[in-house]
């Protein structure tokens, strides 16, 4: 396998953890919220606030879910400008890097105007 298509390959089961990373957290706030509410109303009060504290709970695993989702989704967005940034700079340093070797500097003989005057070519 290319190492372009690993690296591809790679960014998107990144990106596929973090998702499911984002739903595993939405669905257990919420049923955390559910679970305190019913476990309030039937064997704190015994029954006789039934819905209420579910229904109020239930509300607040809710928020508490969106809140880890957007927390969790400006994480995944600082780390993958991160990554691009890195990805730039690695892409740039080989541009460079491939233009000083396009460009290296062929040694340069010497010419005759150079020679020192009491030179002879004669000998």
């Known amino acids: 396998m290319r190492p372009e298509t690993k690296k591809y390959l790679n960014e998107i089961f990144r990106i596929l953890a973090h998702a499911s990373t984002m739903g595993a957290a939405m669905v257990f706030s ?8 019913y476990w309030l109303d039937t ?3 015994e029954g006789r606030t039934h819905p ?21 989704s400006n994480r995944l967005k600082k780390k ?3 990554w691009s ?3 730039r700079e690695k892409s740039l340093n080989n541009a460079k890097k491939q ?7 062929k040694p340069q003989t ?6 020192p005057e009491d030179w002879d070519d004669d000998d």
């Open 30 to 37: 919420t049923f955390a919220g559910v679970w305190f509410g």
């Open 52 to 72: 209420w504290f579910t229904i109020i709970f239930f509300l607040f695993g809710l928020a508490g879910g969106i809140k880890n989702l957007l927390l969790l």
């Open 80 to 82: 993958t400008e991160q």
């Open 99 to 105: 233009a000083e070797i396009k460009t290296e500097p």
């Open 110 to 115: 010497q010419k005759s105007q150079d020679l």
């Open 85 to 87: 940034k890195e990805e």
């Open 43 to 45: 064997d704190v009060f």
